[in-house]
């Protein structure tokens, strides 16, 4: 009777057996399974750290990289003297780049920002650095000199900034020191911020960073000139 | 244990693996000088810097008249060398100051732009003044200033004054928590996977899953960025620069990829291990 009874378990485990061992094309699938379900959250996981990486390339080799044409016009990089030890003056000429050319850098210490500056704007050459509007005064010239970047590279930390906070803009003719005097934030067809001014002011802007999908609303700040150094040569 | 459970397991188990050997690789390129200093030396980057300084002296000689065998006899491809080393070993060591810009040793090349100056105002029977020592100076700073610019075939200074080494500083120690604390989970979880219930699996079988994705996800970018000399395409006008920014970014995908064939071969391995289960 015993012997029956271990019989009866055996049988009944061999069944369980049967049932339950998994075919080879199972057990080739679920590493391809695995591999696929990871692989696909390391590319969404990298979409951002990838997208930094690519703007710090960007900034530490600017001035160095080439960039061939591109849309009927040349991204031009340029050497922008940051440690102009020369004469200068108060007043002085702006020096009119032309489209897609570097012809500052945006410096601001508090918010570690060091970004190549390119005079016009499109999808490009905002990949490229901070963009500034070919509608908008040169630096150094009266009126508004609106520059805008994309949140999720050049401008991050651009909601960091204070009233009262400094920045440089180094260009090719000069260098001019800004405070923040005022924190804006705008429709993205509100033109208010973006007009010509009677003031001598800076504007910077950027979309307000959303998880998905690009924002209506734009966030910057609007600064005033402290200081103006153009280059004596 | 049934399937569901052993999938999750082997997925965080890949997570980690990756974690490991993702952070291990980070640490090792931005706490250790050595990477860069070994580029030196098998890129010739100091040939090709002091190629580059003495193709620039060559043509300043046109609007400046200084012969560039002045500078040239004292910026000698040992001096580049030994400055370049200097200025990664000082970087590294200083990541996270702001105002610790290195400065190469130009008395040598001070000395001997003065004694030309000074060579050339006695042969013209030239006083020397306030005008000559205006224009000694800024012949001096302008030479060293583009010196540096052509020893830092790194970077350091521009990385240095946008916030990017001070960003790095900051994230050493999370990466070397990030391996120590992956490491330690991934062997937790192979044990829990080896010594869990014996099942038809195969005690390895899940783990070799885990080895062979992280494996896979190493090697296709490898491969791809190798196959296609991804970095290569990058037109970097300075010569010296290029040869070290696409030394860096090969090695690193030499490594990222070395490690994805281990892990996936390992993988494998443990796969078919389950394959050939003994029925007891």
């Known amino acids: 009777m015993k012997e029956n009874k271990r019989d009866k378990t055996e049988n009944e485990s061999n069944e369980i057996i049967a049932v339950k061992t998994p075919s080879v094309i199972v057990k080739i699938a679920l590493p391809v399974f695995i591999f696929l379900l990871c ?70 210490d508090k918010i570690d920002l060091y970004v190549p500056v390119y005079w016009g704007t ?8 901070a963009c500034q509007s070919t509608s908008s005064s040169l630096a150094g010239a009266e009126n508004n000199s ?49 007009i010509p001014t009677e003031d001598e002011r800076l504007t910077l802007y950027t979309c307000e960073m959303q998880v998905f999908g690009s924002s209506n609303k734009r966030v910057g700040v609007v600064c005033h000139p402290t200081e103006k150094q153009f280059y004596e040569n | 244990m049934k399937i569901i459970p052993k999938i999750l397991i082997a997925v965080v ?59 040239t006899d004292i910026i000698t491809v040992d001096w580049v060398r030994k400055e370049m080393e200097n200025n990664i070993k000082h970087t590294y060591s ?12 130009y008395t040598g090349l001070e000395e001997s732009i003065s004694a030309f100056f000074s060579d050339y105002a006695k042969s013209i029977n030239y006083n020397p003044d306030e005008a000559y020592e205006k224009k000694l100076n800024e012949t001096i700073e302008k030479a060293e200033s583009s010196i540096n610019s052509k020893l830092d075939v790194f970077k350091f200074e521009t990385m240095r004054k946008a916030g990017i080494l001070n960003k790095i500083d900051k994230i050493i120690p999370l990466l070397n928590a990030g391996r120590i604390i992956s490491g330690i989970a991934s062997v937790i979880l192979i044990i829990v996977l080896i010594l869990g219930k014996k099942n038809v699996w195969g005690r390895i079988y899940w783990t070799g899953c885990s080895f062979f994705s992280v494996g896979l996800i190493l090697m296709i970018p490898g491969i791809f960025l190798i196959a296609t000399d991804y970095f290569s395409a990058f037109t970097i006008k300075d010569s010296a620069i290029y040869s070290a920014f696409t030394g860096i970014m090969n090695n690193t995908t030499n490594t990222i990829l070395y ?10 391995i443990a796969i078919v291990s389950g394959f050939f289960k003994k029925k007891n």
């Open chain 2, 259 to 268: 490690s994805g064939i281990v892990c996936a071969a390992i993988g494998i």
């Open chain 2, 13 to 71: 188990l890949n997570f980690c693996i990756l974690g490991t050997i993702i952070c291990s690789l980070g640490y090792s390129l931005l706490h250790n000088p050595d990477n860069c200093v070994e580029l030196i030396s098998s890129q010739s980057l100091d040939e090709k810097a002091h190629k580059s300084i003495e193709d620039y002296f060559n043509e300043q000689y046109n609007t400046t008249a200084v012969p560039a065998k002045i500078y």
């Open chain 2, 94 to 105: 200083n990541l996270g100051n702001k105002d610790a810009e290195y400065k190469p040793d």
């Open chain 1, 122 to 129: 499109n999808t490009e050459l905002l990949e490229h650095g």
């Open chain 1, 39 to 108: 692989a696909g959250i390391v590319i969404l996981c990298s979409m951002r750290p990838y997208e930094k990486l690519q703007t710090y390339l960007n900034i530490a080799f600017m001035g160095n990289v080439s960039v061939s044409d591109s849309d009927g016009f040349e991204i031009k990089q340029n050497e922008i003297d940051t440690n102009y030890t020369g004469k200068t003056s108060d007043t002085g000429e702006a020096v009119m780049p032309v489209f897609g050319e570097q012809y500052a850098i945006l410096s601001c």
């Open chain 1, 146 to 194: 609106v520059i805008s970047a994309h949140v999720n590279t050049f401008f991050s930390d651009i909601k960091n900034l204070e009233v009262g906070d400094s920045l440089t803009l180094y260009t090719t003719y000069g260098k001019f020191t800004y405070a923040v005097s005022e924190l804006i934030e705008f429709e993205n067809n509100n033109k208010q911020y973006v």
